[in-house]
């Protein structure tokens, strides 16, 4: 069956960096707009970087101010999402999304990441 695992979240303060990973399986992964959402406490859940299934089309949003960087492996089908200057206000669960060929799509569980001195 179709699963997305997130890792790589946890605390780290201001101006740190993390780097999260999606593995995908159950799948064809090279053929799956890939994307990473957040959603912070009391608030919706939010788009936060998407990536085109060759990798060679990425998009933001605008509020990230060029902090972020999505990308992928498909030969390990997974998908990373490297964060730098992180502040506080990226407190958020990360969740990764797969959007297949077909238009059907799937989350993973998602991976908490806090950034606070």
């Known amino acids: 069956q179709v699963q997305l695992v997130e890792s790589g979240g946890g605390l780290v303060q201001p101006g740190g960096s993390l780097r999260l990973s999606c593995a995908a399986s159950g799948f064809t992964f090279s053929s799956s707009v890939m994307s990473w959402y957040r959603q912070a406490p009391g608030k919706e859940r939010e788009l936060v970087a998407t990536?085109?299934?060759?990798?060679?089309?990425?998009s933001y949003a605008n509020s990230l101010e060029g902090r972020f960087t999505i990308s992928r492996d498909n030969a390990k089908s997974t998908v990373y999402l490297q964060m730098n200057s992180l502040k506080p206000e990226d407190t958020a669960v990360y969740y990764c999304?797969?959007?297949?060929?077909?238009?059907?799509?799937?989350w993973g569980q998602g991976t908490q990441v806090t950034v606070s001195s």
């Open positions: 990536i085109s299934t060759d990798g060679r089309s990425t």
């Open positions: 999304k797969s959007r297949l060929s077909d238009l059907r799509t799937y």
